[in-house]
């Protein structure tokens, strides 16, 4: 019988980045991947400003970054 579905959270912070807390396995561009463990949340960038990329470094404060805070309907 398979494993049950991690439980992943994924919460946008206002006008800054997708928190997520796994455990998910991030991978890259190149395929080189990142174990994120459960309970560790991980901040991805969603403003593009981000220097370390795929991870928010906090460039989304000083460069202004408004977004929707509300998810569309679905
Ligand atoms: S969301 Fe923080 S640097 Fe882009």
């Given at each position: 019988m398979a494993d049950p579905a991690p439980n992943v959270t994924v919460t946008v912070k206002p006008n800054g980045p997708l928190l997520v807390v796994g455990p998910i396995t991030l991978v890259d561009p190149t395929g080189q991947t990142v174990a994120l463990p459960a309970g560790r949340p991980a901040a991805l960038c969603?403003?593009?400003?981000?220097?370390m990329k795929p991870f928010c470094d906090g460039s989304h404060g000083p460069k202004g970054f408004h977004a929707a805070e509300a998810a569309p309907k679905r």
């Amino acid at each position: 019988m398979a494993d049950p579905a991690p439980n992943v959270t994924v919460t946008v912070k206002p006008n800054g980045p997708l928190l997520v807390v796994g455990p998910i396995t991030l991978v890259d561009p190149t395929g080189q991947t990142v174990a994120l463990p459960a309970g560790r949340p991980a901040a991805l960038c969603r403003c593009g400003h981000s220097t370390m990329k795929p991870f928010c470094d906090g460039s989304h404060g000083p460069k202004g970054f408004h977004a929707a805070e509300a998810a569309p309907k679905r």
